[in-house]
């Protein structure tokens, strides 16, 4: 995603058919490691290709792409003034704490967004 986003950042600079060389400066410039195999793979599939064009196809692959997980629902108890509120709040707590930060990562996910 990196080098994708060197890339784009170089064609919205101005430069229809960004290099190898244009796409190191830009991951150099701000203290990303460069993989020279991943930015000759990039210019390879995007060679002769209008870049809008591969973004409205890549948008397109990206609709088809399931991206919601299944909701808890979480059922009211039925009647009765005994403490029947507190479970639901201790519920909605163990749910927060459950919440993890996930690194970014380069994987392609199984797909390619210029195929």
Do not use: C, H, W
Not at 23 to 37: A, T
Not at 44 to 68: N, Y
Not at 106 to 115: I, K, N, V, Y
């Amino acid at each position: 995603m990196k080098v994708v986003a060197a890339y784009l950042l170089a064609v919205l600079g101005g430069n229809t058919s960004p290099g190898a060389d244009d796409v190191k400066n830009i991951l150099n410039s701000v203290g990303v490691e460069v993989d020279e195999d991943r930015i000759e793979s990039l210019l390879s599939q995007v060679k002769g290709k209008d870049i809008t064009e591969l973004i409205a196809s890549g948008r397109e692959k990206l609709a088809s792409v399931p991206s919601g997980g299944g909701a808890v629902a979480v059922a009211a108890p039925a009647g009765g003034a005994a403490g029947g509120g507190a479970a639901p709040a201790a519920a909605e707590e163990k749910k927060e704490e459950k919440v993890e930060e996930k690194e970014d990562s380069d994987d392609d996910l199984g797909f390619s967004l210029f195929d």
